[in-house]
C-alpha cells in the first residue's frame, strides 16, 4: 500500500483508509468487526476513521484492535453519540472524548474531529459565526496540550459553509464528504484549495458518492417517475455507463481510482462492511492510476452538471425499491413564531 504524508501532520498514512462507519453493519453484526479490522491491517491500511456518532463503530474498531499490537492511526470526531449530548457544555464534550477512548481501548487519540461542524443549524457548535469560536474549541486545545489528541481535524459535508472554519487555521486535518467524486466536485472550488493554503491534511470521504456512484442504476433512470434528480444528471450518468462499459471499470472501481489520483488529497476512505468489499477496494487501489484519455473522458461527463442540481437528495434513493413513492422534499421554510 502507497503511503502520503498528511498535510502538516507529518503523519505518513496509507493512500487507502479505512472508513469505519459500517464495521458492525455486516451479516455478523459486531462480530465481523474483528476479523474485518485485521483485514484491513493486512493489506497496509494504517489509517482508521470513526466517529462517536456512528453508532457502534468505536466498539467495533475498539474490539478488533484489542489483541493488535501493528501500529495504527486512529482518527474520531466528536458528535452527539446520544440526546445527553450538548455542544455548548465543555464538559460533556469531554466526557464523549473519554468514552471514545474508552471504547477504543486507547489512552491517546491520534486525530479528533469536529463532527458536522459546518452545519450549525444541525449541531449548535459556535459562540458566532464569524470568529467560529465556542466551547469545542476551548477543549480541542486543552486535549492537545494534555497530550490526549495529537492533531485536530474537520468533517464536514458542505461546499461552502465550511471554508471559514478551514481559513482559521485552526485545525490540522480536514475530511471532506458529498462534495468530491468524479461527477461531483464543488469542493474543488474553495473547500481543497484553502485547505491547501492552510497546509491541512486532506482525506476524502464518499468517492462513490453515497450510493450514486456505488452501482448503475439503468432501469431505475428509465422510471416515468424519476423525480429525484433532473435531466441532465440522468443523461450524465448514462454517459458514465457507457465508459464504464467501454472500458470494462465496474463504476465504483472507476470512483475509487479517480479519487486516488488526487494528488492533493493524503488519503481516501474506503467504507466496506464486509472483508470481500475491502479486498476489491484495495485492488483497485493496486491496479494503479486511470489513463489520459479515461480521465480526460471523465472530466467531460463531469462537465455535463458542474453543480449539484437543487432538490437533488445527497442520499441515493435507489436503493429503495418503491424510490420513486418516496415523500420528499420537506418545508421550503420554517417559520418562527
Given at each position: 500500500m502507497k503511503k502520503r504524508i498528511l498535510g502538516r501532520t507529518g503523519l505518513e498514512v496509507s493512500?487507502?483508509?479505512?472508513?469505519?462507519?459500517?464495521?458492525?453493519?455486516?451479516?455478523?453484526?459486531?462480530?465481523?468487526?474483528?476479523?474485518?479490522?485485521?483485514?484491513?491491517?493486512?493489506?497496509?491500511?494504517?489509517?482508521?476513521?470513526?466517529?462517536?456518532?456512528?453508532?457502534?463503530?468505536?466498539?467495533?474498531?475498539?474490539?478488533?484492535?484489542?489483541?493488535?499490537?501493528?501500529?495504527?492511526?486512529?482518527?474520531?470526531?466528536?458528535?452527539?453519540?446520544?440526546?445527553?449530548?450538548?455542544?455548548?457544555s465543555k464538559k460533556n464534550l469531554r466526557k464523549t472524548v473519554e468514552e471514545s477512548l474508552r471504547l477504543l481501548g486507547r489512552e491517546s487519540i491520534d486525530i479528533l474531529m469536529i463532527h458536522e461542524p459546518d452545519r450549525p443549524a444541525q449541531i449548535d457548535w459556535w459562540d458566532d459565526l464569524r470568529s467560529f469560536r465556542g466551547p469545542v474549541v476551548d477543549l480541542l486545545t486543552e486535549l492537545k496540550d494534555e497530550g490526549i489528541i495529537r492533531f485536530t481535524g474537520l468533517g464536514g459535508t458542505t461546499a461552502y459553509e465550511i471554508v471559514p472554519l478551514i481559513a482559521t487555521g485552526f485545525y490540522d486535518v480536514l475530511l471532506t464528504a458529498f462534495n468530491y467524486s468524479m461527477l461531483w466536485r464543488e469542493a474543488e472550488l474553495e473547500v481543497i484549495p484553502e485547505a491547501k493554503k492552510q497546509n491541512m491534511g486532506i482525506m476524502l470521504g464518499s468517492p462513490t458518492q453515497q450510493g450514486w456512484l456505488a452501482h448503475r442504476y439503468d432501469d431505475q433512470l428509465q422510471s416515468a417517475n424519476l423525480r429525484q434528480i433532473n435531466t441532465p444528471r440522468k443523461r450524465q450518468l448514462l454517459e458514465l455507463y457507457k465508459l464504464v462499459d467501454k472500458t470494462g471499470i465496474p463504476i465504483p472501481e472507476l470512483s475509487l481510482r479517480w479519487a486516488l489520483m488526487n494528488s492533493d488529497s493524503a488519503t481516501v476512505l474506503t467504507g466496506a462492511k464486509k472483508i470481500s468489499q475491502l479486498r476489491q477496494n484495495v485492488k483497485a487501489a493496486g491496479d494503479g492510476p486511470l489513463s489520459r484519455e479515461i480521465m480526460g473522458r471523465i472530466d467531460e461527463i463531469a462537465a455535463m452538471v458542474p453543480f449539484r442540481p437543487f432538490e437533488e437528495p445527497f442520499l441515493c434513493p435507489f436503493y429503495n425499491p418503491e424510490f420513486d413513492l418516496i415523500k420528499r422534499p420537506g418545508p421550503a421554510v420554517r417559520f418562527e413564531r
Open positions: 493512500e487507502l483508509s479505512f472508513g469505519a462507519a459500517f464495521v458492525t453493519a455486516g451479516d455478523e453484526g459486531s462480530r465481523g468487526a474483528p476479523p474485518l479490522i485485521r483485514e484491513v491491517l493486512d493489506s497496509g491500511i494504517n489509517l482508521i476513521d470513526t466517529s462517536a456518532d456512528y453508532g457502534q463503530s468505536e466498539a467495533g474498531v475498539g474490539e478488533g484492535l484489542r489483541e493488535e499490537n501493528r501500529p495504527v492511526i486512529l482518527c474520531t470526531k466528536i458528535g452527539p453519540r446520544d440526546k445527553t449530548f450538548n455542544p455548548r
